[in-house]
């Protein structure tokens, strides 16, 4: 058996840092201390650094690294702690969870729906030198407004802020420069992953993005990534890549590139271990990676903190759109953002290939989901309801309990709402329920709250052969005509119906 595989908190694994900065939460004072504690018994007890517990502080932050996990540590709970002469200062808790790593059976494990999530690097979230932008957008683009898109099939852009995720027109695709807090994302869905017993792996996506450079003046698209991961843990990501050769002389006309480049290194990295269940994040390599570079090109510089460059293939292509300084260290100011930024696949929401995904439960409802949505508490058949109090931009999937009724998934507006029109055949009580798109069982539940359905309005057909009514009868037509008509106003109907019964009846 594998040996397990934790993390801090649900979201770092068992070898990553939990990064705790005391300036996130207050203006810090200087720690002339730092060591971090777990929790016993409601007793905190201090953590002795060894083989097992590392900790690094450095310039205001302190991160603790598990390097060895078991099972039983699971739940613990840690903190971070700093003292100086002022007083003592602690951070909030982490959890440790811990589980036992998936079993890869003898013929390998075939996986759908894996999830592929990149920033690119901090150049491409920067304003460049000319123009307000440099801005991501799916599918293949020209540049222009017209081509773009913030989703194309399986590829999607999103902006994000750490906590909340919304998908950009074209009209806010710069919102990642005028908010500081915001960054902007490809995400690659329906990826198809192999995983082999010795722990090797090929995971492919479907669908082209774009990095459109200097406001869309150059922009070039990535086709079809592929990543593979050896034994040893070191991996390749490549793609299909195509562009435009821009002269910086003449900037508004494009050249398309005719040569092909399939099957390019984009990236490098190692230190990976693919888990199925959870989300793996690559660190790209760059640092000290050397490239050979046209004698007419800018010169890389190899010495001084944080030189290196992208993979040479993908140099290369960038030698014929003119981008090619971006990628690696040339003695410019904006060396220290050309490194790449780390990317994640995401496992969480897979599935193995051949199985039915677990649908949602009416039990997957309980008080501590039930959140606080806004819905009408009562609606009829074929009437459209807006349910609101949901995070903006998120993909969602609504089910009507207890027949388990979904609806075609749907994203959160901007006002935080989804609209749907309210099925028939499901009269009276039920439990509308809202849960992240593609997730199942209680943990993803957004909210829900009970709808009561009322049945389609009948309609009273006309019969032919009944007289016109006149007099009295009339009265009685139209007493009959308001019943009806009370269903969707109410008492109001009734004195209606009283004024003109008696009117025509006296």
């Known amino acids: 058996m594998s040996k ?7 979201a770092l694994s068992n070898t990553d840092r939990l990064n705790k ?25 201090r953590i002795n650094t060894d083989n097992n517990f590392q900790v690094t502080t450095a310039d205001g932050l302190t991160s603790l690294t598990v390097t060895d996990t078991a099972v039983d540590q699971s739940g613990a709970r840690l903190c971070a702690v700093a003292t100086n002469a002022s007083g003592t200062t602690m951070s909030r808790e982490a959890v440790l969870t811990v589980r ?3 079993e890869i059976p003898d013929d390998g494990l075939s996986i759908d729906d894996v999830v592929l999530r990149w920033g690119i690097g901090e150049e491409v979230q920067s304003r460049p030198l000319f123009g307000d932008s440099n801005y991501l957008s799916a599918g293949v683009s020209d540049g222009s407004a017209l081509t773009y898109e913030s989703t194309d099939r399986d590829v999607r852009i999103i902006h994000s802020d750490g906590t909340t995720n919304t998908e950009p027109d074209y009209a806010s695709k710069a919102a990642h420069i005028s908010d500081a807090t915001v960054d902007q994302f490809v995400e690659f869905g329906g990826g198809q992953a192999n995983i082999n017993p010795d722990g090797s792996a090929t995971v492919d996506w479907e669908g082209s993005f774009s990095i459109n450079f200097y406001d869309g003046l150059v922009p070039f698209t990535i086709t079809n990534p592929h990543l593979e991961v050896s034994v040893a843990g070191t991996g390749v990501l490549t793609g299909d890549l195509t562009s435009y050769a821009v002269e910086m002389s003449n900037p508004n006309e494009k050249t ?17 271990n693919l888990d199925p269940e959870g989300v793996v994040t690559s660190n790209p390599d760059y640092d000290g990676v050397i490239v050979d570079v046209p004698l007419d090109a800018t010169p890389q510089v190899t010495s001084g903190a944080g030189w290196g460059a992208w993979p040479q293939g993908f140099l290369d292509f960038h030698f014929d759109t003119n981008l090619s300084s971006y990628w690696y260290s040339s003695d410019g100011a904006g060396d220290p953002k050309k490194a790449p930024m780390s990317f994640n696949v995401d496992f969480t929401n897979a599935s193995r290939s051949g199985e039915q995904p677990i649908a949602p439960q009416a039990s997957d409802l309980n008080a501590g989901n039930q959140g606080s949505l806004v819905v009408p508490s009562e609606a009829e058949a074929g009437q459209e309801i807006t349910i609101g109090g949901l995070p903006a931009g998120e993909d ?10 979904s609806f075609d998934r749907m994203t959160v507006g901007a006002d935080d709402t989804v609209t749907i029109t309210v099925p028939s055949g499901l009269d009276g009580e039920n439990q509308l329920t809202v849960y992240e798109a593609g997730k199942t069982g209680s943990a993803n539940v ?4 009970t709808l009561t359905i009322a049945g389609e309005i009948p309609v009273v057909p006309e019969d032919p052969e009944t007289p016109v009514a006149t007099g009295s009868t009339l009265g009685s037509v139209l007493d009959s005509f308001f019943k009806v008509f009370s269903r969707i106003f109410g008492g109001l109907s009734a004195l209606f119906a009283q004024w003109f019964g008696g009117l025509l009846s006296s």
């Open 100 to 102: 036992s790593a998936t």
């Open 4 to 10: 397990p595989e934790g993390n801090l908190g649900g």
């Open 396 to 405: 969602v999937d609504v089910v009507l309990f207890p027949t388990t009724f």
């Open 21 to 45: 900065g005391f300036a996130r939460d207050r203006d810090p004072l200087e720690a002339e201390n730092v060591y971090w504690e777990y929790r016993n018994n409601g007793v905190w007890i």
């Open 446 to 449: 957004l909210g829900w709250s």
């Open 256 to 272: 398309p590139l005719t040569d092909l480049y399939e099957d390019v290194t984009i990236t490098t990295f190692g230190g990976v």
